[in-house]
């Protein structure tokens, strides 16, 4: 087991080292000169030289890289271009709201997204099957914003139940910040419980199929006995992997959710810096929320030898 723990993390370093070469490779490939958005529209060449050589902006590509990849080691992003803040300071500042709506929608998506995968599975071709499947193919296809939107049309417009904007940190207290939570986590959290309730389904239909599940019914296992501890329980490792990669969905939807409850999140930031090119910014968000992505995935595999002892690498 050490050993695959071992071989796992060493397989993390060039996937991290790629992602990073491809968020430094942004200031290149999208159009604009950082230099000249810094010094302003009534900057002179000379001005905007000056700035570029302070960045060493004219250094070759490898140099810049080496040199962005030993500041972030050190814990330095860089500084926006805008506000002049160290980018460590701003993300440090607005990490808070995006921790707690994507850990929020992560455990109500799995709450919610298991058992309707296994009930859907389990009552196959029924009236409740069709209408899990249908209710997942309408969270694929109906765009997060869209169910943002109408989400605070009724429950904050209309009912008044809930607050329509803002974030409250949990420092003040549970409800508080449960309730500005609650509609941006049923916004983000339809196409994420869809994904998980398909392949939790299909899943299933394969694994109650099996020999040892008829065995097991065989012996007088009682129907939840066989369907969690027996058949859920073997069909797991499909069902954590595609949690897993699901976190992707949870960082988009973040970003656009964010947008529509005016949520100061990591989200809000990265559309405010898009906005602005403010491309140092953009780079330090990206490359957090890629090395989040890494991070989450090489949890996943790691947990394989826990959920099935019979992998081994």
Do not use: C
Not at 87 to 106: D, F
Not at 118 to 141: C, E, H, K, P
Not at 274 to 296: C, E
Request: glycine share 8%; charged share 10%; no cysteine.
């Amino acid at each position: 087991m050490t050993q695959y723990i071992i071989q796992r993390i060493l397989a993390t370093v060039p996937i991290i080292a790629i992602v990073a070469l491809v968020v430094f490779s942004l200031l290149y490939i999208t159009p604009g000169d950082p230099a000249a958005m810094m010094a302003g529209d009534q900057a002179t060449p000379a001005q905007i030289a000056e700035i570029r050589d302070r960045l060493g902006l004219d250094d070759p590509f490898l140099t810049q890289f080496v040199r962005w990849v030993g500041n972030i080691v050190t814990g330095d992003l860089g500084t926006s271009i805008f506000t002049g803040l160290p980018i460590s300071q701003m993300v440090a500042q607005r990490i808070g709201p995006t921790v707690s709506l994507m850990a929020v929608t992560l455990v109500f998506a799995v709450i919610v997204a298991v058992p309707l995968g296994v009930v859907a599975a389990y009552r196959q071709n029924s009236w409740l099957d069709t209408l899990v499947m249908s209710t997942a193919i309408l969270g694929f296809s109906v765009p997060v914003f869209v169910i943002g939107y109408f989400l605070a049309w009724i429950f904050a417009l209309k009912l008044q139940l809930l607050p329509v904007q803002g974030y409250n940190p949990l420092s003040q207290g549970f409800w508080p910040w449960m309730s500005h939570l609650i509609l941006p986590v049923l916004s983000v959290s339809g196409v994420y419980i869809a994904l998980i309730a398909r392949i939790t389904r299909t899943t299933m239909l394969e694994v109650l199929g099996q020999d040892y599940v008829r065995t097991a019914r065989a012996k007088g296992a009682g129907e939840l006995s066989v369907l969690f501890m027996h058949a859920l329980r073997n069909g797991s490792v499909a069902i954590v992997t595609v949690i897993g990669l699901g976190v992707a969905l949870l960082i988009g939807g973040a970003v656009v959710t964010e947008s529509v409850f005016s949520i100061p999140g990591l989200g809000r930031l990265t559309v405010d810096a898009i906005l602005q090119r403010d491309y140092p910014v953009i780079q330090g968000v990206i490359l957090l929320f890629s090395l989040v992505y890494v991070f989450i995935n090489l949890l996943v595999d790691l947990s394989y030898v826990l959920i099935d002892p019979r992998i081994r690498y």
